[in-house]
Each structure stands twice: as structure tokens, then as C-alpha cells.
């Protein structure tokens, strides 16, 4: 162990750390679905702590730029799919907007890193460094929109650690995680000289399992929803073609005839590929069979409707209830590029990727109220928005959640399955069950604890029929949100600076 570590910190002291900081980057979405090898996360974050250690703030910054740049150039590699199978992009070009990506968002890495270099963190990394990236985490859920992706706890959604979501939510399960692997690494170098870092792991593994198997909301066994998830799987190539408009909505209608008497008939996001304006006699239709059969009725549909001046049409990404259900819900956080084009009169048109069908949908209003199914509250995401921790527990005080999208944008990359294991981490934030109700999978049924009950196969035309249950009650994380964990973040970079500052007070003065 003794030579590994001195191989460890002479590779330090080489230019090679540089490409070591990216591959290590590169490691951490193994430990994310569809891999789910968490304990790669763990190694890597664990070495990249070793290889900060001694650093000034400028090389902590640059080697925390490089791992952000490794950790999305491989997460984040389904938009190569996106762009060049459905975008229409060449591959050179493609790679060039991929690494654009990555490079932008490393970005946010950086100052994090300075200040780890700067304050010498390292000297307590084991609470700064995962401190700091929890905070980096948050920081890109929001900033310019947000990009909450490759958050590092998603990949414990099936270990003890997944026992914080419900009291921290995601951000609690990365620290848990961060806090762990770079524990485990002091430990490995100091053995029993780092007595805080094992009572770390004790306690994040010890009290995550014992607070995994706890129900914080009363699930309602008694009231049943019967519901059927319709998934088309309609070419994502054919999507928006005109000469499928009629033929993807005979498809939805056809694998819906059995359904009509279940509590809830769900379609995926935009299964009926025109304005609702436009369908009026097919959402005519669709609500008279839904009624005549006692079922509530929920798809996904484009919506356009005037400003209030009525000087400009708004174009909106929906979800709407009818037959034994109401409401209309427009998507609040828009996917950049896919449905609405930053900067658009300058990059509209430069390349393919940047004229998408659909792409120039409105934000729709950030306080509305759930869709009402069977006389119970259901809170609608679309696609995208179930990514958002902050908006899922701003909007989930209800009885169930359901999700609709198309991943179809993203083939048999790893996207989906980095998608759809969100959708269960939300699932275990807020104590409830989520429908998910896609084009072409994964369409599922999830239980309070984040469990998949059943899936349907992806890329295959059916329906997967499920019951879910009501919840009441609320976990801790949706009562405070996010700032307990912020609070705790702050608070242990502060131990850690407090920390950093008697060591070097002690190293002064055994130096004179």
C-alpha cells in the first residue's frame, strides 16, 4: 500500500496529472446508470482527492477543470446521438459541440477548485472536497437555466446511502457518497490515525441503511388507481412528419381500446403530434371514451395560445387531463437546443442540430396548480423537468406524480437510463409513487422507496398496466428543500478551513 501511495503522489508531481485528473473524470458516469459500478465513483473520486493534495489554488483549479471535462465528455456522450442520428450534424461537428459542452460546463468547476487550493483544503479533504462538489452540483441545477446532470448520488439509489434522499434529497446522498470515498482513501494512507474519517463512513453507511427502509409519508393501501401507460414507440425520425400525424394518433387510439374502464389511460409527451387547436375533434373524441368509460385521461401535447396582449402567439410543451380528470400543465424547464434555442437569431440555421422541429416552445408559468384525475392531485413533469430536485419537491405536495416523455432523441445511448434513474431518486425524495409514460421506454411504475415495480420492455409498441396508491404527508426534504444541505456544505468547509489554518500554524513553527 506504501508504494502505491508513493506512486500516487510522484505522479503528482508530473505533467501527467493533467490527463489523470480526466480520466478520472471520465470514471465517475460508471458509476451511474446503465453501469451502476458505484464503487468506480467511489475509486475515482477518492484518487482524484490524492491527486489535489499539496496543490496551489491555480493547479487545483485546472485539475478540477480537467475532471469536470472528463466526467462530462463520457455522462453526457448521448447527445452525439441526439445530434448526429436525429440532429442531422455530421460526426466532426457533433464531437466539436460535445466537447463544447463539456468544456462550458467544466467551467464550473473551477472556482470551487481555486478555493480548495487556496484555503489548502487538502489538508481535511475528506469533508471539503465533497463539500464542494455537492455545492458545484447545486450550483449547475439552476445557473443559465440549469443542467442538473451526472449528480455523483444517483448512482446509489440501490445502496444504504439512498437513506438520505428523503432528509437531504439528492445533494445529501453525493455527499454521503463524497464523504465516503475520500474518507476511505485517508484511511487506506493513515490507517488508524484518521479516526474521523472511519466514524465518516460509520455513520454515512451505519445510518443511511438504517434510514433507507423508513416510509415518511402513509401511503394509502386501501384506494387503488388502476392505471395503463401507452407507450407508441413511434420513430423519433417519423416524430413531427407530416404524413405520420394521423398514423401515430391511429396507433395511441389503437393500444388504447382495452384500456378505456382503468382509472387512468396515460400517453407519453407530445404523443399526439399537433396542436391541441388543431385536434379539437381527436381530444373530442378521446374525451367522450374516457367519460363513457369512467376513466381519467392524461397525454402530452403542444399548445399554442395568445400572450395577453395578443400581439404574440406562445407555444407551449403540455400535459393536459380530461374525461374523469382536469387541468393543464405547461413545461417550466425547457431542454436548450431541443426546445428553444439560446441566442436564437444568431446560431437559428447555422447547422442542422439548431433547426429542430419544435424548438421554439415558451417557459410556461412557474406557479401552477397539479392536474385532478379521479378526484386526487397528480403533479405532471415533462421529460426534462423531473431532473430538476428543487422543482419536483416545490410542486410534489400531492398524491402521486407522473412523468411523460421521449427519449427517442437519445437511441440506445446511455441517456435514457441516466434519465430514468432520476425519475426513481425522486420517487425515493418524495415518498410517492411516479408513473412514467414515455414513446419508446422506459416506461415504468415506481414505488415511495425509488423501487421499479415493472418496466416495460423499451423500444416495443405496448402497454404496461400497473395501481398505484395515494401518499399523504411529506418527507423532510420537501419541508426545507435544499438549504439544510447548503448550510451543512458551508459549515464543513469552514471546519476544514479552520482545520487547514492549525496546521499550518503547527508547521510554522516546527519549521522554526
Same mark, same amino acid.
Given at each position: 500500500?506504501?508504494?502505491?501511495?508513493?506512486?500516487?503522489?510522484?505522479?503528482?508531481?508530473?505533467?501527467?496529472?493533467?490527463?489523470?485528473?480526466?480520466?478520472?473524470?471520465?470514471?465517475?458516469?460508471?458509476?451511474?446508470?446503465?453501469?451502476?459500478?458505484?464503487?468506480?465513483?467511489?475509486?475515482?473520486?477518492?484518487?482524484?482527492?490524492?491527486?489535489?493534495?499539496?496543490?496551489?489554488?491555480?493547479?487545483?483549479?485546472?485539475?478540477?477543470?480537467?475532471?469536470?471535462?472528463?466526467?462530462?465528455?463520457?455522462?453526457?456522450?448521448?447527445?452525439?446521438?441526439?445530434?448526429?442520428?436525429?440532429?442531422?450534424?455530421?460526426?466532426?461537428?457533433?464531437?466539436?459541440?460535445?466537447?463544447?459542452?463539456?468544456?462550458?460546463?467544466?467551467?464550473?468547476?473551477?472556482?470551487?477548485?481555486?478555493?480548495?487550493?487556496?484555503?489548502?483544503?487538502?489538508?481535511?479533504?475528506?469533508?471539503?472536497?465533497?463539500?464542494?462538489?455537492?455545492?458545484?452540483?447545486?450550483?449547475?441545477?439552476?445557473?443559465?437555466?440549469?443542467?442538473?446532470?451526472?449528480?455523483?448520488?444517483?448512482?446509489?439509489? #440501490?445502496?444504504?446511502?439512498?437513506?438520505?434522499?428523503?432528509?437531504?434529497?439528492?445533494?445529501?446522498?453525493?455527499?454521503?457518497?463524497?464523504?465516503?470515498?475520500?474518507?476511505?482513501?485517508?484511511?487506506?494512507?493513515?490507517?488508524?490515525?484518521?479516526?474521523?474519517?472511519?466514524?465518516?463512513?460509520?455513520?454515512?453507511?451505519?445510518?443511511?441503511?438504517?434510514?433507507?427502509?423508513?416510509?415518511?409519508?402513509?401511503?394509502?393501501?386501501?384506494?387503488?388507481?388502476?392505471?395503463?401507460?401507452?407507450?407508441?414507440?413511434?420513430?423519433?425520425?417519423?416524430?413531427?412528419?407530416?404524413?405520420?400525424?394521423?398514423?401515430?394518433?391511429?396507433?395511441?387510439?389503437?393500444?388504447?381500446?382495452?384500456?378505456?374502464?382503468?382509472?387512468?389511460?396515460?400517453?407519453?409527451?407530445?404523443?399526439?403530434?399537433?396542436?391541441?387547436?388543431?385536434?379539437? #375533434?381527436?381530444?373530442?373524441?378521446? #374525451?367522450?371514451?374516457?367519460?363513457?368509460?369512467?376513466?381519467?385521461?392524461?397525454?402530452?401535447?403542444?399548445?399554442?395560445?395568445?400572450?395577453?396582449?395578443?400581439?404574440?402567439?406562445?407555444?407551449?410543451?403540455?400535459?393536459?387531463?380530461?374525461?374523469?380528470?382536469?387541468?393543464?400543465?405547461?413545461?417550466?424547464?425547457?431542454?436548450?437546443?431541443?426546445?428553444?434555442?439560446?441566442?436564437?437569431?444568431?446560431?437559428?440555421?447555422?447547422?442542422?442540430?439548431? #433547426?429542430?422541429?419544435?424548438?421554439?416552445?415558451?417557459?410556461?408559468?412557474?406557479?401552477?396548480?397539479?392536474?385532478?384525475?379521479?378526484?386526487?392531485?397528480?403533479?405532471?413533469?415533462?421529460?426534462?423537468?423531473?431532473?430538476?430536485?428543487?422543482?419536483?419537491?416545490?410542486?410534489?405536495?400531492?398524491?402521486?406524480?407522473?412523468?411523460?416523455?421521449?427519449?427517442?432523441?437519445?437511441?440506445?445511448?446511455?441517456?435514457?437510463?441516466?434519465?430514468?434513474?432520476?425519475?426513481?431518486?425522486?420517487?425515493?425524495?418524495?415518498?410517492?409513487?411516479?408513473?412514467?409514460?414515455?414513446?419508446?421506454?422506459?416506461?415504468?411504475?415506481?414505488?415511495?422507496?425509488?423501487?421499479?415495480?415493472?418496466?416495460?420492455?423499451?423500444?416495443?409498441?405496448?402497454?404496461?398496466?400497473?395501481?398505484?396508491?395515494?401518499?399523504?404527508?411529506?418527507?423532510?426534504?420537501?419541508?426545507?428543500?435544499?438549504?439544510?444541505?447548503?448550510?451543512?456544505?458551508?459549515?464543513?468547509?469552514?471546519?476544514?478551513?479552520?482545520?487547514?489554518?492549525?496546521?499550518?500554524?503547527?508547521?510554522?513553527?516546527?519549521?522554526?
Amino acid at each position: 500500500m506504501k508504494r502505491f501511495f508513493a506512486l500516487l503522489d510522484a505522479l503528482r508531481q508530473t505533467p501527467l496529472r493533467t490527463p489523470l485528473a480526466l480520466i478520472l473524470g471520465a470514471l465517475m458516469p460508471f458509476g451511474l446508470a446503465p453501469y451502476n459500478a458505484w464503487p468506480v465513483a467511489l475509486l475515482a473520486l477518492a484518487l482524484f482527492a490524492n491527486l489535489l493534495e499539496q496543490s496551489s489554488a491555480r493547479r487545483s483549479a485546472w485539475l478540477h477543470y480537467m475532471f469536470g471535462a472528463g466526467l462530462w465528455l463520457h455522462g453526457s456522450s448521448w447527445l452525439l446521438v441526439s445530434m448526429h442520428d436525429y440532429g442531422n450534424t455530421s460526426w466532426p461537428v457533433s464531437l466539436f459541440m460535445l466537447a463544447v459542452v463539456a468544456l462550458v460546463m467544466a467551467l464550473l468547476f473551477v472556482p470551487g477548485g481555486w478555493l480548495y487550493g487556496r484555503l489548502k483544503l487538502w489538508r481535511l479533504n475528506w469533508l471539503a472536497l465533497p463539500a464542494l462538489l455537492v455545492l458545484g452540483e447545486w450550483l449547475r441545477s439552476w445557473l443559465l437555466t440549469g443542467f442538473p446532470w451526472l449528480m455523483t448520488g444517483y448512482g446509489f439509489i #440501490d445502496t444504504p446511502l439512498s437513506g438520505w434522499a428523503p432528509l437531504m434529497g439528492i445533494y445529501g446522498v453525493s455527499l454521503a457518497a463524497g464523504i465516503s470515498a475520500v474518507a476511505l482513501l485517508s484511511i487506506l494512507r493513515h490507517g488508524k490515525a484518521a479516526p474521523g474519517a472511519i466514524i465518516a463512513i460509520a455513520l454515512t453507511w451505519l445510518v443511511g441503511g438504517l434510514l433507507a427502509p423508513i416510509s415518511w409519508t402513509t401511503i394509502n393501501k386501501e384506494a387503488p388507481v388502476s392505471v395503463s401507460l401507452v407507450q407508441g414507440n413511434i420513430p423519433q425520425e417519423s416524430k413531427w412528419a407530416l404524413e405520420w400525424r394521423d398514423k401515430t394518433t391511429a396507433i395511441y387510439q389503437d393500444l388504447s381500446k382495452s384500456e378505456w374502464g382503468r382509472d387512468l389511460v396515460i400517453w407519453p409527451e407530445a404523443a399526439i403530434p399537433q396542436f391541441a387547436h388543431e385536434a379539437r #375533434d381527436l381530444l373530442a373524441d378521446l #374525451d367522450y371514451e374516457a367519460i363513457k368509460a369512467g376513466s381519467a385521461f392524461v397525454t402530452g401535447i403542444p399548445y399554442a395560445t395568445w400572450n395577453n396582449d395578443r400581439t404574440e402567439i406562445l407555444f407551449y410543451n403540455s400535459i393536459m387531463a380530461s374525461g374523469d380528470g382536469l387541468g393543464i400543465y405547461h413545461k417550466q424547464q425547457l431542454v436548450p437546443i431541443g426546445e428553444y434555442i439560446p441566442f436564437e437569431k444568431w446560431i437559428r440555421g447555422t447547422i442542422p442540430f439548431f #433547426d429542430l422541429p419544435m424548438s421554439s416552445f415558451t417557459w410556461g408559468p412557474a406557479e401552477q396548480g397539479p392536474l385532478l384525475v379521479k378526484g386526487r392531485t397528480l403533479a405532471p413533469f415533462i421529460c426534462y423537468e423531473i431532473a430538476y430536485p428543487s422543482l419536483v419537491q416545490r410542486l410534489s405536495n400531492v398524491d402521486y406524480l407522473v412523468t411523460v416523455s421521449n427519449d427517442g432523441w437519445f437511441g440506445h445511448s446511455i441517456g435514457p437510463a441516466q434519465h430514468f434513474q432520476m425519475v426513481r431518486m425522486r420517487a425515493k425524495e418524495t415518498g410517492r409513487y411516479i408513473v412514467r409514460a414515455t414513446n419508446n421506454g422506459v416506461t415504468a411504475f415506481i414505488d415511495p422507496q425509488g423501487h421499479v415495480v415493472s418496466q416495460a420492455p423499451s423500444f416495443t409498441r405496448t402497454v404496461l398496466r400497473g395501481e398505484i396508491y395515494p401518499a399523504h404527508g411529506l418527507t423532510p426534504w420537501q419541508r426545507t428543500g435544499v438549504w439544510p444541505v447548503l448550510l451543512l456544505c458551508v459549515l464543513l468547509l469552514l471546519v476544514s478551513w479552520q482545520r487547514s489554518v492549525r496546521l499550518g500554524r503547527s508547521s510554522d513553527k516546527t519549521g522554526q
